[in-house]
């Protein structure tokens, strides 16, 4: 095949096109070209938030898998992922021109956005286990997904503030973390920084200006190092590459934030990494090392002989240079060097494990895992804690009294444990000791213990190990161990349950109408019988609490079917008002303003008629307000109220503020306020988490409107970052 390039290609196609013709041979160059042009008819004149011609985002992700070293199909797959979600391009024909291979592959990155779910949660969580699902398949299909969100990420700044927010806390809660599960580094990192800077950019900004600070004052510092290093280690390991690197900005964010730590306490800010040939020569720079500098005690982490459970191995230590500079030594051989920056990628970039499928399998053995711990989660909350909590950065490395290590997420505790030596080992678990000690069921484990579970034939797991357990893996053997072994008790239990909640919630429902409720509410849960679904809740894998939102809406539908309308008795409100309210039926009647809600002028209202105290403004929305009236206790004395067109009164609202603290915020806020003329009344701060504080104030409006317009001044003031309007 001529590999010239087509006149018709564009010019975002040709650049790329020139480094897949000195990757790949002339037949699989074809394929890339049909695919890229069946795209490119396909998204024709659909525009980007950017504005430019969406094809750009399908060439940005094939470049991306291009770099990580991905084969000819995930380049075919990634020109192609948005055909069929986006445009009028359907699977069946993907399959027709480019394959089965191909097409399975689509289908795995292929959002449910037209499959119709009840509610936005439930369309998430069947989107994350469809991922799952293809991945457990053929990994390809979370690598490509990793490459189109990390594209997403770049552009983000073209969509509007929320879907910036909502777009990178899910980067940050799922995505960055199966990166760092699957080993790519690159990825994982910018997918980080990318949620980070748009999160909390402050802090973000803070932490930059520090790194370029840092940066400037021991510019010479890495090389000099390196140098010395170098000159050192080749008189032993000759030919050893040594490089460095500074840690990404979410890797401080971490550890400032979370750890309560400032910035010149994170000692691996910088680090050297030092790649060799053999297992031995890692271990002989180590001793080079430490005998140039002294080590921090407690620094060093061998993860060549316990390596992290995304296949990760490195020697770690931190020593201090010169001019009392700390920085971390990474050593490695380059195997492990491939593994570390592509993770699962390098299966393809470096044919690692391709000579044997064995490795390759067993390195994707904790998806198979995962889906089967989410098989009775029907809860995007769940799906979600699972991938945080199991794919922490952070592992520990806990030793069984045989000397076995085990290797499970840091927070973990002995019942976790337990579990991950084996389900019988944890189902007949009574207690545990650390280290020789009788420790608490609870207790979390550390690097280094050795932990000795305590067992007994005749014992089970209690429920409340549910609320104990950290890793999903421990959840789903504890529920599967009672959906087991306790139906009867789960289904009675379950009943007794969904008794409770319908009475405390005042659903009344009798005979065949409460059957044909619960059997499609039942349905909805994908169970096959009301035992089942009576079980489910009795085990724990279906949430009423969760659940309640969707039965009040489906019972509000049922009254509303089977009762007359409320009929509004007067026809007009009276003109004149009190508080500049108007009442319905009552002229000029003593008024009052809840302070549950603080209603201004512009809010819908309703009164409720107190005894003694006339009536009591609410918002509607207000959460003391009955979503249905007729299903409050005493309907009656709710009643319809409105404001009076022209209200001269001022209102007092009080407003919630959360800050990043510093010295002359509250004068800045003040001053804000005192150049839009609004009154405070009272002021009173409180500490918040990770240098945050968060300020309530109340202050007198005469309306939303004005109110409005004080909230987006006060946001423009440093240092804010969040303004809620509240009672008092």
Same mark, same amino acid.
């Given at each position: 095949?001529d590999n010239?390039i087509?006149?018709?290609f564009d010019?975002f196609?040709?650049?790329l096109r020139?480094?897949?013709?000195e990757?790949?041979?002339?037949?699989?160059?074809e394929a890339i070209?049909k695919?890229?042009?069946?795209?490119?008819d396909?998204?024709?004149?659909?525009l980007r938030?950017s504005?430019?011609?969406y094809?750009v985002h399908?060439?940005?992700?094939?470049k991306i898998?291009l770099?990580?070293g991905?084969d000819?199909?995930s380049?075919?797959v990634?020109?192609?992922?948005?055909?069929?979600e986006?445009?009028a391009?359907?699977?069946n024909?993907?399959?027709e021109m480019?394959?089965?291979e191909?097409?399975?592959?689509?289908?795995g990155?292929?959002?449910l956005g037209k499959v119709p779910?009840s509610t936005?949660?439930?369309q998430q969580?069947?989107? #994350?286990?469809?991922?799952?699902?293809?991945m457990?398949?053929?990994?390809?299909? !979370? %690598?490509i997904k990793?490459?189109d969100? +990390?594209?997403?990420?770049?552009?983000l700044?073209f969509?509007?503030?929320?879907k910036?927010?909502d777009?990178?806390?899910?980067?940050l809660e799922?995505?960055?973390?199966i990166?760092?599960?699957?080993?790519?580094r690159?990825?994982?990192?910018?997918l980080?920084?990318l949620?980070?800077?748009?999160?909390?950019?402050?802090?973000?900004k803070?932490?930059?200006e520090s790194?370029e600070?840092s940066?400037?004052s021991?510019?010479?510092f890495?090389s000099?190092?390196?140098?010395k290093?170098?000159?050192?280690i080749?008189e032993?390991?000759?030919?050893?590459?040594?490089?460095?690197?500074v840690?990404s900005i979410?890797?401080?964010?971490?550890?400032?934030?979370?750890?309560n730590?400032?910035f010149?306490?994170?000692?691996d800010?910088y680090a050297v990494r #030092?790649?060799?040939e053999?297992?031995?020569?890692?271990?002989?720079?180590?001793? !080079? %090392?430490?005998?140039?500098?002294?080590? +921090?005690?407690?620094r060093?982490?061998d993860y060549?002989s316990?390596?992290?459970s995304n296949?990760?191995?490195s020697?770690?230590?931190?020593?201090?240079g010169e001019?009392?500079v700390?920085f971390e030594?990474?050593i490695?051989t380059?195997?492990m060097h491939?593994?570390?920056?592509?993770?699962?990628a390098?299966h393809?970039k470096?044919?690692l494990?391709?000579n044997?499928?064995?490795k390759f399998?067993e390195?994707?053995?904790?998806?198979r895992?995962?889906l089967?711990?989410q098989?009775?989660?029907?809860?995007?909350e769940?799906?979600v804690?699972?991938?945080?909590?199991?794919?922490v950065p952070?592992?520990v490395f806990?030793?069984t009294?045989k000397?076995?290590v085990i290797n499970?997420p840091?927070g973990?505790?002995?019942?976790?444990?337990?579990?991950a030596?084996?389900s019988e080992?944890g189902n007949?678990?009574?207690?545990?000791?650390v280290d020789?000690?009788?420790?608490?069921?609870?207790?979390?484990v550390?690097?280094g213990?050795?932990v000795e579970?305590?067992?007994s034939?005749?014992?089970g797991?209690s429920r409340?190990w549910?609320?104990?357990?950290t890793t999903s893996?421990a959840?789903?053997?504890?529920?599967n161990?009672f959906?087991?072994e306790?139906?009867?008790?789960?289904?009675?239990?379950?009943?007794?349950?969904?008794?409770?909640e319908?009475?405390r919630?005042?659903i009344?429902?009798s005979?065949?109408?409460l059957?044909d409720f619960?059997?499609?509410l039942?349905?909805?849960q994908k169970c096959?019988s009301?035992?089942d679904?009576y079980a489910?809740i009795?085990?724990?894998s279906i949430?009423?609490?969760r659940?309640?939102?969707?039965?009040?809406e489906?019972?509000?539908k049922?009254?509303k079917a089977?009762?007359?309308p409320?009929?509004n008795i007067v026809k007009?409100?009276?003109?004149r008002?009190s508080?500049?309210?108007?009442?319905?039926?009552?002229?000029n009647?003593l008024?009052?303003?809840s302070?549950?809600c603080?209603?201004?002028?512009?809010d819908?209202?309703i009164?409720?008629i107190?005894r003694?105290?006339?009536?009591?403004?609410?918002?509607?929305d207000?959460n003391?307000?009955p979503k249905?009236i007729p299903?409050a206790?005493?309907?009656?004395r709710w009643i319809n109220?409105k404001?009076d067109?022209?209200?001269?009164e001022?209102?007092?609202?009080t407003?919630s503020?959360?800050?990043?603290?510093?010295?002359g915020?509250?004068a800045?806020l003040s001053?804000?306020?005192?150049s839009?003329?609004?009154?405070i009344?009272?002021?009173?701060?409180?500490q918040?988490k990770?240098?945050?504080?968060i300020i309530?104030m109340?202050?007198t409006?005469?309306g939303?409107e004005?109110l409005?317009?004080v909230i987006k001044?006060?946001?423009?003031?440093?240092?804010v970052?969040?303004i809620?309007?509240?009672?008092?």
């Open positions: 095949m010239k087509d006149n018709n010019d196609y040709v650049e020139k480094l897949i013709v990757q790949f041979s002339a037949q699989e160059v070209d695919a890229y042009n069946v795209a490119n396909a998204h024709y004149g659909q938030y504005g430019q011609p094809i399908p060439i940005a992700v094939a898998l770099d990580l991905m000819s199909v380049i075919i990634a020109l192609l992922h948005d055909t069929v986006d445009t391009i359907g699977l024909k993907i399959e480019f394959g089965e191909v097409a399975t592959l689509v289908d990155v292929t959002k779910l936005k949660e439930e969580a069947e989107n #994350i286990r469809k991922m799952l699902l293809a457990s398949v053929d990994i390809r299909v !979370i %690598i990793l490459a969100r +990390l594209h997403n990420m770049r552009t700044d969509m509007r503030d929320q910036q927010r777009k990178a806390l899910e980067t799922i995505y960055a973390p990166a760092h599960r699957l080993g790519i690159a990825i994982k990192e910018e980080e920084d949620a980070i800077s748009y999160l909390d950019p402050i802090a973000y803070e932490i930059g790194l600070i940066k400037s021991n510019e010479n890495i000099d190092t390196m140098q290093i170098q000159t050192r080749d032993t390991v000759p030919g050893a590459h040594i490089d460095g690197r840690k979410h890797g401080i964010y971490r550890k400032m934030y979370f750890q730590r400032d010149d306490e994170i000692y800010i #030092i790649i060799v053999t297992v031995i020569d890692c271990y002989n720079c180590l001793g !080079i %090392i430490h005998d140039m500098f002294h080590s +921090l005690p407690g060093f982490k060549i316990t390596p992290k296949m990760y191995q020697l770690h230590t931190t020593v201090i001019g009392g700390p030594v990474q490695r380059w195997e491939y593994t570390a920056e592509y993770g699962i390098a393809w470096y044919k494990g391709a044997d499928s064995s399998e390195r994707l053995s904790w998806i895992q995962l089967e711990s098989n009775d989660s029907e809860d995007v769940d799906i804690r699972t991938i945080k909590s199991d794919f952070d592992d806990v030793f009294p000397g076995d499970i840091a973990a505790t002995v019942i976790d444990f337990a579990y030596i084996h080992v007949h678990m009574v207690g545990a000791k020789g000690r009788i420790v608490p069921i609870d207790y979390k550390k690097t213990q050795i579970v305590l067992t034939a005749n014992k797991p409340d549910l609320k104990i357990v893996s959840r789903s053997k504890i529920r161990w959906k087991k306790r139906r009867a008790e789960n289904i009675v239990e379950g009943k007794a349950e969904l008794e409770r319908f009475r919630n005042n009344r429902l005979g065949e109408e059957d619960l059997l499609k039942s349905e909805r096959k009301m035992d679904f489910a009795g085990y724990g949430s009423i609490n659940l309640m939102p969707l039965i009040k489906d019972y509000y049922i009254l089977s009762e007359k409320e009929i007009e409100l009276p003109s008002s508080e500049g309210v108007i009442v319905e039926g009552v002229d009647c008024v009052k303003f302070r549950c603080n209603p201004l002028p512009g819908d209202i009164g409720f107190t003694g105290h006339g009536v009591s403004i609410h918002k509607r207000c003391n307000v249905y299903l206790n005493e309907p009656e109220v404001w067109k022209e209200v001269k001022n209102f007092k609202s407003l503020i959360d800050c990043i603290d510093r010295i915020l509250i800045d001053s804000q306020l005192a839009m003329h609004v009154m009344h009272s002021l009173n701060t409180r918040s990770m240098g945050k504080c309530t109340t202050i409006v005469n939303v004005h409005n317009s001044k006060l946001e423009k003031t440093d240092g970052l969040n809620e309007r509240s009672g008092v």
